[in-house]
T-cell receptor
Framework: ETGVTQTPRHLVMGMTNKKSLKCEQH?????MYWYKQSAKKPLELMFV???????ENNSVPSRFSPECPNSSHLFLHLHTLQPEDSALYLC???????????FGNGTRLTVT | EDQVTQSPEALRLQEGESSSLNCSYT??????LFWYRQDPGKGPEFLFT???AGEEKEKERLKATLTKKESFLHITAPKPEDSATYLC???????????FGTGTSLTVIP
């Protein structure tokens, strides 16, 4: 595996479910990110980790909970989501914090 | 307020018909400007970084240029496989965060 891998590719969940998104990077990078991409809107930064420490949390609702157990793995835990949370969730990594980003192919999340 | 505006929102070209995409930005101290390509169902793919006005980068049929207020992505003699959404992002020295535009959706017709 090379680059940034995200699983699952697609996820449908009810508003009362709990699920997790997984991201793994094979690039030896030190920083990892979660972005939200909605139609007709700019990419929205959610969380940033540098060397497993969270360095940015952009006023994201508490129903989204990130976890970074090591520099290669990043999770986004989801619970009691709302339909407006339906979007493409992108994971990215970079050599150092805020150097050029390398993205995974995203998880398409639908909240019903 | 730091922001990025891309135009046009959508562009349809005949194969071989050259054109340019625009990315206008306002940022307090530009650290870098980045171009990405995004294919349907995939994440953005990094293309170029530009750091200072006057800088140019090229890759195959793509050439990116930068001024103090905007960047252009020139596409020369495009092919159908160049069809994608092209995203622009800027990074300021203060805060380090990337600010993305909403993208230009390019369709190249054979």
């Amino acid at each position: 595996e090379t680059g940034v891998t995200q699983t699952p590719r697609h996820l449908v969940m009810g508003m009362t479910n709990k699920k997790s998104l997984k991201c793994e990077q094979h690039l030896g990078h030190n920083a990892m990110y979660w972005y939200k991409q909605s139609a007709k809107k700019p990419l929205e930064l959610m969380f940033v980790y540098s060397l497993e420490e969270r360095v940015e949390n952009n006023s994201v609702p508490s129903r989204f909970s990130p976890e970074c157990p090591n520099s290669s793995h990043l999770f986004l835990h989801l619970h009691t989501l709302q339909p407006e949370d339906s979007a493409l969730y992108l994971c990215a990594s970079s050599q150092e914090i805020f150097s050029p980003l390398h993205f995974g192919n995203g998880t398409r999340l639908t909240v019903t | 307020e730091d922001q990025v505006t891309q135009s046009p929102e959508a562009l349809r070209l005949q194969e071989g018909e050259s054109s340019s995409l625009n990315c206008s930005y306002t940022v307090s101290g530009l650290r870098g400007l980045f171009w990405y390509r995004q294919d349907p169902g995939k994440g953005p793919e990094f293309l170029f970084t530009l750091y200072s006005a006057g800088e140019e980068k090229e890759k195959e049929r793509l050439k990116a240029t930068l001024t103090k207020k905007e960047s252009f992505l020139h596409i020369t003699a495009p092919k159908p496989e160049d069809s994608a959404t092209y995203l622009c992002a800027v990074q300021a020295y203060t805060g380090n965060q990337f600010y993305f535009g909403t993208g230009t959706s390019l369709t190249v017709i054979p």
